[in-house]
Nanobody
């Protein structure tokens, strides 16, 4: 599995960014895919995800109403549209995919992930200046 993120950059507070994750190398039908983020000195956070089985989406409370996740299956790409960005959104954003029959919030809102969870991209840096 290969996940390649792009779109992260420096942006002013209140601005918008769209992150992209191009996925390849996996053929399972049932999966959860989405975004985690990690900021220095903070816990890793499950930001948003989509479940392939039923298109369930999940958003962390911290981003609800500002971020939107979407997918283009023809391009095997997942997007994260981020609006009204805040300095506290500054982090490295990772695209993650996991084969699962479970709905994606099961993992994305979990306090801890199971060992070996998911295939991870290399991450893309988002920096929001105040």
């Amino acid at each position: 599995v290969q996940l390649v993120e792009s779109g992260g950059r420096l942006v002013q507070a209140g601005g918008s960014l769209r992150l992209s994750c191009a996925a390849s190398g996996f053929s399972f039908d049932d999966y959860a895919i989405g975004w985690f983020r990690q900021a220095p000195g903070k816990e890793r956070e499950g930001v948003s995800c989509i479940s392939s089985e039923d298109d369930t989406t999940y958003y962390a409370d911290s981003v609800k109403g500002r971020f939107t996740i979407s997918s283009d299956n023809a391009k095997s790409t997942v997007y994260l549209q981020m609006n009204s960005l805040r300095p506290e959104d500054t982090a490295v954003y990772y695209c993650v995919v996991e084969y699962t029959l479970l709905s994606c919030p099961t993992y994305w809102r979990a306090a801890a992930l199971p060992p070996g969870f998911g295939s991870w991209g290399q991450g893309t840096q988002v920096t929001v200046s105040s």
